[in-house]
């Protein structure tokens, strides 16, 4: 057998095994994802990265930004504790040290790393307005850490290494002009054949979980909506690149699904609600469709006489 067949046989066993070991699934869209690197490294990987932003960066000291900041990630983890909980999937938040810091910068912008480190950028908080506005976003930036996105794209990449390297040495025996374009080749299919569609899955999958966190934790699901359209106020004249070559869904198409969620993360809303002895308020008052409040206090409802 000739040495580059031999290498095509032994990759693609590899690659196989690999694919059928290390598959997962993503809570509620029950997607199957890849994850070869494991939980522990990863969230190593993380607090080390997480230290040296802190040291790079001015955590803010306005004590009202900073409580809340504190006070609704707090509340997102326990509603994401308590839906793990009730589904035997607790395993998934192992190791999780969670932190929540403001920091002083102008970018609008919140990340959070696998294990639990949340940042807030100091410059979203007047797109978030409220605790509402500002549930929205950690409940999609938690939802990425709960989903294990991040070990889904390590893995992505790492396969995509393999395989670069492996036309690298099929076309070897080429001249380096080819061997070159090969190499371009791939780079263009794989990313937009497999790294991109997968991250706009996974924004779509944050905002499906996103929902359910922030109405299990008592906020208004209906929220979500008014705050990307001020998102989407706030990007307009910046450059953007459409929908196909971008990692995240158009605006339009993103609020689209969240009106298709809505029913759904209501339900967890209302179960919070009821558990409280509160109920919404009589249809007559609502002062729209249930996705789309009209203004921006922070809940619908009365108590139950």
Known sequence: MRPKALFIQIFLSFFLVLLFASCAQVPVTGRSQLALVPDSQLIAMSEKAYRQFLQKHRLCTDP????????????????????????????????????????????????????????????????????????VVLGHEIAHAVANHAAERLSQELLLQLGAEAIAMMSGGSNPATRRLFLQLYGIGANLGVLLPYSRTQEYEADHLGLIFMAIAGYDPRYAIPFWQRMMKASRGKPRPPELLSTHPSDAARIQQL???????????????????????????????????????????????
């Open 259 to 305: 009106q298709q969620l809505m029913p759904e993360a209501m339900s967890y809303y209302q179960r919070y609600l009821y558990e409280r002895g509160q109920r919404q308020i009589r249809p007559q008052y609502s002062p729209r469709p249930y996705y789309y409040p009209q203004n921006y206090y922070p809940y619908y409802y009365e108590r139950r006489r």
């Open 64 to 135: 009202r930004k900073v409580h809340m900041v504190r006070r609704v990630g707090n509340r997102i983890r326990q509603a994401v504790e308590r839906f793990l909980y009730e589904r035997g999937q607790s395993y998934r938040i192992r190791g999780f040290r969670w932190e929540f810091n403001l920091v002083c910068d102008k970018k609008i912008n919140a990340w959070c790393m696998p294990g639990g480190k949340v940042v807030v950028y100091s410059g979203l908080l007047p797109i978030a307005r409220d605790e509402t506005g500002l549930a």
